[in-house]
């Protein structure tokens, strides 16, 4: 017996199913912190790794991770953004942008 239709379409759904594992792992990435993210983000890839070593420039300090959408570390929110230095006021639920302040942390003393 001879198969070739079939086996097309087998190769064309493994094909599928690989891109879309890539998609969503490299959006899980994206959207859910990093190995090295921004202090306080998680999701599934975050881990308890090393915090890459800030840098100090003349204007700010960089912490090493590029601005982005990440988990609201202070759950209020579904995702906070991050701006390269600290956590903006701008945030995500459920894809509607809105705006809070993330909250002052407490004086040490």
């Given at each position: 017996?001879?198969?070739?239709g ?30 090295g993210g ?11 790794g ?9 204007e ?21 953004y991050?701006?390269?230095t ?6 995500l ?17």
């Open positions: 017996m001879h198969f070739s079939q086996h097309s379409w087998v190769a064309v759904a493994v094909l599928l199913g690989v891109v879309a594992i890539r998609l969503l792992s490299s959006q899980r990435r994206r959207g859910m912190g990093r190995p921004p202090p306080g983000a998680s999701g599934l890839t975050a881990s308890s090393p915090v890459p070593e800030q840098t100090t420039t003349t700010s300090t960089f912490t090493g991770t590029a601005p982005g959408w990440f988990t609201d570390p202070f759950v209020r929110h579904e995702q906070r991050w701006s390269g600290s956590w903006t006021e701008h945030v639920d459920g894809g509607a942008p809105a705006v809070d302040p993330p909250p002052v942390p407490p004086a040490r003393g």
